[in-house]
């Protein structure tokens, strides 16, 4: 394999990377995949130049990441297709079609990911349609029913069981990735802020670590604490939600509305922090904005001490109640091999038995020093993806229990530099949907010429597809809530 | 049963009695003040250090609309001049008056026409159409129906379908590619009907504003009702809002 090996975060000097021709290009990734490993980004270096692209893989057993690059030199943007073998790079060359005109060729199935038309040429895009009697085709969206993002589901169906499902995204697109060129400091990481409403730390802080490489900046062991802690208190209000979610999506009032209680006392924790009840204006390059106190530390504690104490005797309501179980167990089910194969990601891959999580295998920030323990399931249905969220919150209370105990002493904030030219950076950090990934490359002047955005929804929107196939349509709200993807997220 | 009855003990009371009253941490950036002192000579620190270019100088001005409460400005100011305070009250029914001078003290809607308030007093439905945003202002109104907001109890509700919905509320930038939705869930509305732009995405764009993506013919060629500031707003400034707007406090 013909790559530049790098880890999370360390930052490269691109003019490292060698670009390939289309044969050597091709060898080399698809040697990557057959190894194991997993495509997790496919774009150009430069936004303006699409001739030169990179294909990312990454080895979570080694911690490593392989920059493979390409050339393009004929005067048609073309490389040959690597999903027919490996279904999870689909995506990625969907995507890298629709942003850049590039052609995969042999490619199975090439559908739109956020620009409705673009892929085939002017023409709206033809969804699949199922033939025969009796069969029938169910349209939803982009309005939905609760307070909620816009998508678009149509559904191939005969009587209650849906054979095939296809999901159109893109409402929500907003071009971030191009706002993200043009923008300064402040408003860079007020964009990362609103990659995805529910998951501000996540995105702001796998944002800041990829500025703080590129700026060669060091931050204090506090700072990168106090950053963790606020993952893990948004790790726990989110799956607060989806849990009280998916209470709701069966019909299940008490523990909705119990979930839901607990989960303010957490939103409100992290706003006795940095005053948003979201974390918003908490990151800063170099650190964060606002400090621990003995005050927001004892508000903070005494908040968890009660969900800790609560949330055990609402799991145990719920995940003991037959009329529940019924309703989760084998529902929506994505087998390991499966889930492997179309590289889902994040808690959608715990709960089918796939150890990966960026915490454990590309540490980064506080979790280097102070690591958390890997937490899987292995039925890849409802059951195990609402199961596994409720075993993460109790690893995040533990995490932040022992934490809050013994604070480091220092500063919050460094000094931060400017950008290293010529120089990129692949982020990871776990959001509590699971893998994100932001990559920055830089110019000869210190300029941004690509920041590419990877949301874990990116991966397991497709996961969501397939787990309904062969399950009742009246499942989908359960289904599509036990997965809980982002649409902001996805369409960028 | 028992178990059921348990788990709902443990819930206890943890509504929150009178919105008009509650109060937010002090680290809650709400309603900024702005000191009337004079800015030292030439100074426009904060001004350039707006995200959203909400800030204009001499005389010394911000665009609640504009504003995503991220307090870089009160963080630069050397005077102390800009402050945010955690006043939640920041709802009004016209887009001038979110423009917060050193004159301002509080904000407010005016009520609502007679005829409004005959119509929605009692019961309001309103159908919630995300355009775009980043699902922030999704989940702040998605608390406005949990146990502690509870604003049901208020008649003010969000439905499903827009043909049973009295008004929409707008949050996101409206993108290209949900305007055409966004006109169709409109006119399904039955009239009379209302508009309320939820988060600073829906009143000006936001930190988007500058985005080729986005589709905003919609907002200038129709009445808006109500905007709520914020990135996002709390759900006490929704709620406060309305309950001044319908005359209902
Ligand atoms: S708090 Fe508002 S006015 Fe001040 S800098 Fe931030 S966005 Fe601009
Ligand atoms: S106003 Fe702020 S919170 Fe609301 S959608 Fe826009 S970016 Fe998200």
Same mark, same amino acid.
């Given at each position: 394999?013909?790559?530049?090996?790098?880890?999370?975060?360390?930052?490269?000097?691109?003019?490292?990377?060698?670009?390939?021709?289309?044969?050597?290009?091709?060898?080399?990734?698809?040697?990557?995949?057959?190894?194991?490993?997993?495509?997790?980004?496919?774009?150009?270096?430069?936004?303006?130049?699409?001739?030169?692209?990179?294909?990312?893989?990454?080895?979570?057993?080694?911690?490593?990441?392989?920059?493979?690059?390409?050339?393009?030199?004929?005067?048609?943007?073309?490389?040959?297709?690597?999903?027919?073998?490996?279904?999870?790079?689909?995506?990625?060359?969907?995507?890298?079609?629709?942003?850049?005109?590039?052609?995969?060729?042999?490619?199975?199935?090439?559908?739109?990911?956020?620009?409705?038309?673009?892929?085939?040429?002017?023409?709206?895009?033809?969804?699949?349609?199922?033939?025969?009697?009796?069969?029938?085709?169910?349209?939803?969206?982009?309005?939905?029913?609760?307070?909620?993002?816009?998508?678009?589901?149509?559904?191939?169906?005969?009587?209650?069981?849906?054979?095939?499902?296809?999901?159109?995204?893109?409402?929500?697109?907003?071009?971030?990735?191009?706002?993200?060129?043009?923008?300064?400091?402040?408003?860079?990481?007020?964009?990362?802020?609103?990659?995805?409403?529910?998951?501000?730390?996540?995105?702001?802080?796998?944002?800041?670590?990829?500025?703080?490489?590129?700026?060669?900046?060091?931050?204090?062991?506090?700072?990168?604490?106090?950053?963790?802690?606020?993952?893990?208190?948004?790790?726990?209000?989110?799956?607060?939600?989806?849990?009280?979610?998916?209470?709701?999506?069966?019909?299940?009032?008490?523990?909705?509305?119990?979930?839901?209680?607990?989960?303010?006392?957490?939103?409100?924790?992290?706003?006795?922090?940095?005053?948003?009840?979201?974390?918003?204006?908490?990151?800063?390059?170099?650190?964060?904005?606002?400090? #621990?106190?003995? &005050?927001?530390?004892?508000? /903070?504690? !005494?908040?968890?001490?009660?969900? +800790?104490?609560?949330?055990?005797? =609402? %799991?145990?309501?719920?995940?003991?109640?037959?009329?529940?179980?019924?309703?989760?167990?084998?529902?929506?089910?994505?087998?390991?091999?499966?889930?492997?194969?179309?590289?889902?990601?994040?808690?959608?891959?715990?709960?089918?038995?796939?150890?990966?999580?960026?915490?454990?295998?590309?540490?980064?920030?506080?979790?280097?020093?102070?690591?958390?323990?890997?937490?899987?399931?292995?039925?890849?249905?409802?059951?195990?993806?609402?199961?596994?969220?409720?075993?993460?919150?109790?690893?995040?209370?533990? #995490?932040?229990? &022992?934490?809050?105990?013994? /604070?480091? !002493?220092?500063?919050?904030?460094? +000094?931060?530099?400017?950008?290293? =030219? %010529?120089?990129?950076?692949?982020?990871?950090?776990?959001?509590?949907?699971?893998?994100?990934?932001?990559?920055?490359?830089?110019?000869?002047?210190?300029?941004?010429?690509?920041?590419?955005?990877?949301?874990?929804?990116?991966?397991?929107?497709?996961?969501?597809?397939?787990?309904?196939?062969?399950?009742?349509?009246?499942?989908?709200?359960?289904?599509?809530?036990?997965?809980?993807?982002?649409?902001?997220?996805?369409?960028? | 049963?028992?178990?059921?009855?348990?788990?709902?003990?443990?819930?206890?009371?943890?509504?929150?009695?009178?919105?008009?009253?509650?109060?937010?941490?002090?680290?809650?950036?709400?309603?900024?003040?702005?000191?009337?002192?004079?800015?030292?000579?030439?100074?426009?620190?904060?001004?350039?250090?707006?995200?959203?270019?909400?800030?204009?100088?001499?005389?010394?001005?911000?665009?609640?609309?504009?504003?995503?409460?991220?307090?870089?400005?009160?963080?630069?100011?050397?005077?102390?001049?800009?402050?945010?305070?955690?006043?939640?009250?920041?709802?009004?029914?016209?887009?001038?008056?979110?423009?917060?001078?050193?004159?301002?003290?509080?904000?407010?809607?005016?009520?609502?026409?007679?005829?409004?308030?005959?119509?929605?007093?009692?019961?309001?439905?309103?159908?919630?159409?995300?355009?775009?945003?980043?699902?922030?202002?999704?989940?702040?109104?998605?608390?406005?129906?949990?146990?502690?907001?509870?604003?049901?109890?208020?008649?003010?509700?969000?439905?499903?379908?827009?043909?049973?919905?009295?008004?929409?509320?707008?949050?996101?930038?409206?993108?290209?590619?949900?305007?055409?939705?966004?006109?169709?869930?409109?006119?399904?509305?039955?009239?009379?009907?209302?508009?309320?732009?939820?988060?600073?995405?829906?009143?000006?764009?936001?930190?988007?504003?500058?985005?080729?993506?986005?589709?905003?013919?919609?907002?200038?060629?129709?009445?808006?009702?109500?905007?709520?500031?914020?990135?996002?707003?709390?759900?006490?400034?929704?709620?406060?809002?309305?309950?001044?707007?319908?005359?209902?406090?």
């Amino acid at each position: 394999m013909n790559s530049l090996k790098v880890q999370n975060g360390e930052v490269f000097n691109h003019n490292e990377i060698e670009f390939l021709n289309a044969d050597k290009f091709h060898a080399s990734v698809l040697n990557g995949l057959s190894n194991g490993y997993r495509m997790i980004g496919l774009f150009p270096v430069d936004k303006k130049n699409p001739n030169k692209i990179v294909s990312i893989l990454s080895d979570s057993a080694s911690s490593s990441l392989y920059i493979i690059g390409y050339e393009n030199k004929g005067d048609k943007l073309e490389f040959e297709s690597f999903a027919n073998q490996f279904p999870q790079t689909n995506y990625f060359e969907c995507e890298l079609a629709e942003n850049y005109g590039y052609k995969p060729l042999y490619h199975p199935w090439l559908r739109p990911v956020r620009k409705q038309n673009i892929i085939l040429g002017s023409q709206p895009y033809k969804f699949f349609k199922l033939d025969g009697d009796e069969v029938h085709e169910v349209a939803v969206g982009p309005i939905h029913a609760g307070v909620i993002e816009p998508g678009h589901f149509r559904f191939q169906c005969h009587g209650e069981l849906v054979y095939h499902l296809e999901i159109n995204l893109g409402y929500q697109h907003r071009g971030i990735e191009s706002l993200m060129l043009n923008a300064n400091p402040n408003q860079r990481i007020i964009l990362s802020e609103s990659i995805a409403g529910d998951t501000v730390i996540g995105h702001t802080s796998t944002h800041c670590n990829a500025f703080e490489s590129l700026t060669e900046t060091q931050i204090n062991l506090r700072a990168q604490v106090i950053r963790s802690i606020a993952e893990e208190l948004e790790r726990i209000a989110m799956h607060l939600t989806g849990l009280g979610g998916i209470a709701n999506d069966i019909g299940f009032a008490l523990p909705a509305s119990a979930y839901g209680r607990l989960r303010t006392l957490v939103i409100n924790s992290l706003a006795s922090l940095c005053g948003s009840r979201f974390g918003r204006g908490l990151f800063v390059y170099g650190g964060v904005r606002f400090d #621990f106190n003995d &005050e927001n530390i004892k508000q /903070i504690k !005494s908040n968890l001490e009660i969900v +800790k104490k609560d949330i055990e005797a =609402i %799991n145990d309501f719920l995940f003991s109640s037959t009329g529940a179980l019924i309703r989760f167990e084998n529902t929506g089910v994505v087998s390991k091999d499966f889930a492997g194969k179309i590289g889902l990601v994040g808690t959608a891959a715990k709960a089918c038995g796939i150890e990966l999580d960026s915490r454990i295998n590309f540490p980064y920030g506080a979790y280097r020093y102070f690591p958390v323990s890997p937490i899987t399931l292995s039925t890849g249905d409802v059951f195990a993806r609402a199961r596994l969220r409720a075993l993460e919150i109790d690893e995040s209370l533990r #995490f932040i229990f &022992e934490q809050l105990e013994n /604070i480091p !002493s220092g500063i919050t904030t460094e +000094k931060v530099g400017e950008l290293r =030219i %010529n120089s990129g950076v692949i982020s990871i950090v776990e959001g509590w949907r699971g893998e994100i990934i932001h990559s920055a490359f830089t110019d000869e002047e210190g300029k941004i010429i690509q920041y590419k955005i990877k949301d874990p929804s990116f991966n397991n929107w497709y996961g969501l597809s397939l787990a309904l196939r062969n399950t009742a349509i009246s499942d989908f709200p359960l289904c599509n809530k036990s997965f809980d993807l982002s649409y902001a997220g996805h369409d960028l | 049963m028992i178990d059921a009855i348990k788990l709902r003990i443990l819930q206890r009371d943890s509504i929150i009695q009178d919105v008009s009253t509650a109060s937010l941490p002090k680290l809650f950036r709400g309603l900024p003040v702005i000191e009337d002192k004079p800015c030292p000579d030439g100074c426009k620190k904060c001004a350039e250090v707006c995200p959203t270019n909400a800030i204009k100088t001499e005389p010394l001005s911000i665009d609640l609309g504009l504003c995503l409460f991220c307090p870089l400005c009160e963080e630069v100011c050397p005077e102390k001049i800009i402050h945010y305070t955690n006043d939640f009250n920041l709802a009004v029914d016209k887009r001038e008056k979110l423009i917060i001078t050193k004159e301002t003290k509080t904000i407010s809607p005016e009520k609502a026409s007679e005829k409004i308030r005959k119509y929605f007093g009692r019961s309001l439905k309103l159908r919630q159409i995300s355009a775009g945003g980043c699902n922030g202002c999704e989940l702040e109104l998605n608390a406005l129906s949990n146990v502690n907001f509870d604003m049901g109890r208020f008649g003010i509700e969000f439905v499903a379908s827009p043909r049973h919905a009295d008004g929409i509320v707008i949050t996101g930038p409206l993108t290209k590619n949900m305007a055409n939705a966004t006109q169709i869930c409109y006119d399904a509305v039955p009239n009379p009907k209302i508009i309320i732009l939820f988060g600073a995405c829906a009143i000006s764009g936001g930190i988007f504003k500058n985005s080729e993506e986005t589709e905003r013919k919609f907002l200038e060629q129709n009445k808006i009702d109500l905007y709520i500031p914020g990135c996002p707003p709390h759900p006490l400034t929704f709620i406060n809002g309305l309950l001044d707007w319908l005359d209902k406090k």
